[in-house]
């Protein structure tokens, strides 16, 4: 049994290779490949439990879309019953007293759920290096890096663990991690898919989004988890389009933008010319390839870590050891048991981001730092609505490096900040991107990110299908 | 109060609403139930929930503003309030900030001299109230957060209001206004209505405000006034004492009739508000307002000057009466009840209502909802007197006994043999008995000692218990003793 084969692949074959076996094979592959560390938890009799009421319920005809997908969850995701860690010690033993809207969904399509995967504490990294229970190893080469945030449901499908995996994106944590990965990893449109039940890093960037070894593949999970729910005020109303349909490969007409700012001296000639000749596949099969310009991209970065940890400030002050979590043994009083119960329970980069974030909100650096970075944040955005007046779509790296090996940037904040160069526009403007791997010059895969314009996933998820060699 | 300088004082005033569910989720806000019964993930504020605006919080706010002559606005937002306490699970509070429902309003309030004072309101926000923390109860302090998330509007003053008797008639009309649009039950010891205050003083004439204090848990409205009063004398005795007054938080204590500082780590808050980024921007536009404001009850200024004109009451009537939503209505369903709708019978109601009914609901401490005297025995009772079958003085012996039975006064009247007697023979015999017996007093009548004409009707009811029917037994003796 290929565990990397995609699903779309298999799922014409449920009936003979049941998803009882598909779940038994992905639980022993978990097994065999402990030490990438991906699962935080895994569910083993009641992943197989439910892989047979599946194969019941595809034998009686009444199957879900998603019968056969054994899915994993990152453990910012919440699930009835289950421990949801955020990868931090913090939350070590909480178990959640409600499903995520994406988590209702996906059971109602009858997806399987293998587990809860590994990742950087409440989403803050890009190695997955910041998580309380240890750092996942990219199947690729297990000296290196997954990236992420989201590096465990990425390694988790790039070594068949799973089928599919959800993770989330507040600054590039799906899409680096796939192409550190070599695998797909898509973020929707801000308010495309329901964050209730997401544990929220910075609510105005935050989405969850599928990984997978297709385009096809998340696909068909974006289908199911995507449109509006009333639970979430930022989800929107508009109507979810028929993703597959859409993926026919054609490109021919399509115009694609390279944003100039995105190809300077930063780049790897590696990566540099594993894009050229993706682009000029892209030319050969009749896309319209042109330079744009995104100008204010020189301030992404800045931009976004002043309000992603402003809103991740306020988001994790819940987390004081007063209701649930963990709280310190030894307090005298309210403000000893506060202080030493975060100081204790987060790690050194989440501390790091909350100091900041406290910071940029504070009487006297308000408007020097919040408001501006608002203003800016509207520049950018507004960049990318004038590119899309010429353009469909946009073809960037998603990384600047392929994967770097462990401990390589964990002295070095700002080198590791700078990993996500190419991805956090994206989630500055809520616009969609996903990342699909090419071969590299070496052995490591590189990610190409393709951009797309708001609710416009469609344009995207088409170009990726041509990009892996769809309708060749 | 020393009259060279002035106070300067603005209210801020927080009103928790009637909604049926909390702010942001869908948890009852019914009061008196278990401790953290009224509660679900969302309020609780677990790890990955998301508020929902419930919109009736808006549509209150709105009624409000409508109310308070406010502009509306047709985008607000709403941002969190960042502080840590047991008592707020998420560690911040959901309110608005720079950007609030209702902006520049006013209300004209008057005051005990018979002039009228006019106040500006800057604001009304809407924001979800924090839950409880318990220290008594146990060797830990214990939290309830059956509170939390109970929707409340803020209602911000300007700082118009130039004494602790302005303080008081405009914290009565906010009371007023809210409990007669229905969003809040307006009581200020339970706290679902209170008052904060911001007050200076400076030199009378001068323009520029001195420094503030802040004063807290005045939960009364004699509260209200004492401690201002307390807090204006005590800015006074600092200045000509020639000190300073350090802006502060004062909490009230009302036991000891004094406000002390709060402990100052307790204040030194950076309360770090930006837009809550889970919230969309509520926009209102003049449709809603319009709907909105059909939809509003007749408020108190207005429904004054209607039990004026319509009914003719006096002006004191109608103030008393329009004081509070419930003892007007009190007031016109017992109207409606009349037999015979007339300015006498009005009055009439009115006189029963703000004495023996008022008197009632003090002495028994209920409310009007309570009363046993509900309006239709009431009016029932009027009617039996504006038809002659009872006397206004038996009538009160049939209120009385309202008190203790829930018969219906026409039965009441007749079990106990109240009946008015108009039957002319009858009065007629006792008061041919009276005059036989009182030769001397008829004597001194005839001879011009008109005076002594209270003697005979005083002795026929007498003789009668109070049951003649007094106009007829004053025609039988002007006719029998002339
Ligand atoms: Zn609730």
Redesign the interface.
């Known amino acids: 049994m290929n565990l990397q084969e995609p699903f779309d692949s298999y799922r014409p074959r449920l009936a003979s290779e049941s998803c009882e076996s598909r779940t038994r094979a992905h639980l022993e592959e978990i097994r065999k490949r402990q030490s990438l560390n991906a699962f935080l938890s895994v569910f083993d009799d009641e992943a197989i439990i439910e892989a047979k009421r599946v194969d019941e319920r595809f034998a009686r005809g009444i199957a879900g879309p998603l019968a056969g997908m054994v899915i994993a969850v990152k453990d910012v995701l919440n699930m009835k019953n289950k421990e949801t860690t955020c990868g931090s010690k913090i939350l070590r033993s909480y178990h959640s007293l409600y499903d995520a809207t994406v988590i209702e969904r996906l059971r109602a399509a009858d997806a399987v759920f293998i587990g809860k995967t590994n990742m950087d504490e409440f989403a803050m990294g890009s190695s997955n290096e910041n998580s309380a229970f240890g750092p996942v190893k990219n199947p690729r080469d297990e000296s290196r890096v997954p990236g992420g945030s989201s590096g465990g449901s990425a390694a988790a499908v790039a070594a068949g663990l799973a089928t599919t995996s959800l993770g989330t994106d507040t600054g590039g944590s799906i899409r680096q991690p796939a192409a550190l990965c070599g695998i797909i990893g898509l973020k929707p449109t801000y308010g495309r898919v329901s964050r209730y039940g997401l544990v929220a890093f910075a609510s105005s960037f935050d989405q969850i989004g599928p990984f997978g070894n297709s385009p096809r593949d998340v696909a068909r999970v974006l289908q199911v988890i995507a449109g509006h729910d009333p639970k979430d005020s930022t989800s929107s109303t508009l109507p979810v389009p028929d993703y597959l349909s859409a993926m026919t490969g054609d490109v021919t007409g399509v115009k694609i933008g390279l944003p100039k700012e995105y190809y300077s001296s930063a780049l790897s000639d590696e990566i540099r010319s594993t894009i050229d000749r993706a682009v000029q596949m892209l030319r050969d099969r009749g896309a319209i390839v042109s330079e744009v310009s995104l100008p204010h991209t020189e301030y992404t970065i800045a931009t976004y870590y002043i309000l992603a940890t402003a809103e991740a400030s306020s988001n994790l002050a819940r987390f004081d050891g007063v209701r649930y979590g963990y709280r310190t043994e030894h307090a005298a009083d309210l403000a000893a048991m506060y202080t030493k119960s975060r100081s204790e329970g987060f790690g050194a980069e989440v501390k790091r981001r909350i100091m900041l974030g406290t910071y940029v909100l504070s009487a006297g650096y308000y408007d020097a730092y919040y408001a501006k970075a608002q203003k800016v944040r509207r520049l950018i955005q507004h960049d990318f609505f004038k590119a899309f007046e010429h353009v469909d779509c946009l073809l960037t790296p998603t990384t600047p490096s392929t994967a770097f090996r462990m401990g390589e940037k964990m002295d070095d904040p700002l080198q590791m900040y700078l990993s996500d160069i190419y991805t956090v526009s994206a989630n500055l403007a809520g616009i969609p991107g996903i990342s699909v791997p090419a071969a590299g010059d070496e052995k490591l895969p590189v990610g190409i990110q393709i951009l797309g314009r708001q609710f416009d996933e469609a344009t995207i998820l088409n170009v990726a299908e041509a990009l892996s060699g769809g309708n060749q | 109060m020393n009259s060279t300088f002035e106070p300067v004082i603005g209210l801020e005033v927080h009103a928790q609403l009637l909604t049926k569910s909390k702010a942001f989720c869908g948890c009852t806000t019914q009061f008196g139930n278990d401790p953290n019964a009224n509660t679900c993930?969302v309020c609780?504020?677990?790890?990955?929930?998301?508020?929902?605006?419930n919109k009736s919080v808006v549509e209150f706010a709105i009624k409000m503003g409508l109310a308070t002559n406010c502009t509306i606005a047709p985008k607000s937002i709403f941002a969190?309030k960042?502080y840590?306490y047991?008592d707020l699970?998420?560690?911040?509070q959901i309110s608005q900030y720079d950007q609030p429902i209702c902006k520049d309003g006013w209300l004209d309030v008057e005051l005990k001299d018979g002039s009228v004072k006019h106040i500006g309101i800057t604001r009304i926000h809407i924001e979800e109230d924090a839950g409880k923390s318990i220290h008594d109860q146990d060797p830990d302090?214990l939290?309830d957060v059956n509170r939390c998330g109970v929707p409340l509007i803020e209602i911000v003053s300007e700082p118009d209001i130039r004494s602790p008797h302005e303080a008081h008639q405009y914290l009565s009309i906010i009371k007023q206004l809210v409990t007669y649009l229905g969003i809040c039950d307006g009581n200020m010891e339970e706290g679902s209505l209170r008052c904060d205050a911001n007050i200076s003083i400076r030199p009378k004439g001068r323009e520029q405000f001195g420094t503030k204090t802040e004063v807290k848990n005045m939960n009364s409205f004699r509260n209200v006034e004492r401690a201002l009063e307390y807090e204006i004398n005590r800015q006074i005795g600092l200045l000509e004492d020639g000190g300073t007054v350090v802006q502060e938080t004062l909490l009230w204590d009302a036991d000891k009739n004094i406000a002390l500082p709060m402990r100052s780590k307790e204040e030194a808050h950076?309360y770090?508000?930006?837009p809550d980024?889970?919230?969309?921007p509520v926009l209102v536009d003049q449709k809603w307002i319009s709907e909105i404001a059909a939809t509003l009850p007749e408020l108190p200024e207005a429904r004054r000057n209607r039990f004026i004109g319509g009914y003719h009451l006096p002006l004191y009537d109608a103030t008393i009466l329009t004081q509070e939503k419930s003892l007007a209505d009190y007031f016109e369903k017992a109207v409606a009840l009349l037999a015979q709708k007339n300015d006498e019978g009005y009055k009439s109601v009115s006189n029963w209502t703000m004495t023996e009914v008022l008197r009632l609901m003090n002495d028994l401490h209920v409310s009007i909802d309570q009363c046993v005297v509900t309006p239709d025995r009431l009016a029932a009772m009027v009617n039996l007197i504006s038809e002659g079958v009872i006397s206004g003085k038996i009538g009160k012996e049939v209120f009385a006994e309202m008190l203790k039975s829930l018969d219906e006064p026409k039965v009441i009247v007749e079990r106990l043999g109240l009946v008015q007697v108009s039957d002319t023979s009858a009065i007629e015999k006792i008061v041919d008995e009276i005059i036989a017996r009182s030769q001397a007093q008829v004597a001194q009548y005839r001879a011009g000692k008109m005076q002594i004409f209270g003697y005979f009707v005083g002795e026929t009811m007498k003789a009668m218990k109070g049951k003649a029917n007094p106009k007829i037994v004053n025609e039988i003796l002007k006719s029998k003793l002339v």
Request: hydrophobic content about 40%.
């Open positions: 993930p609780l504020g677990m790890p990955g929930v998301l508020p929902v605006l969190r960042n840590f047991p699970p998420k560690g911040y302090t939290v950076d770090r508000y930006f980024p889970d919230l969309v």
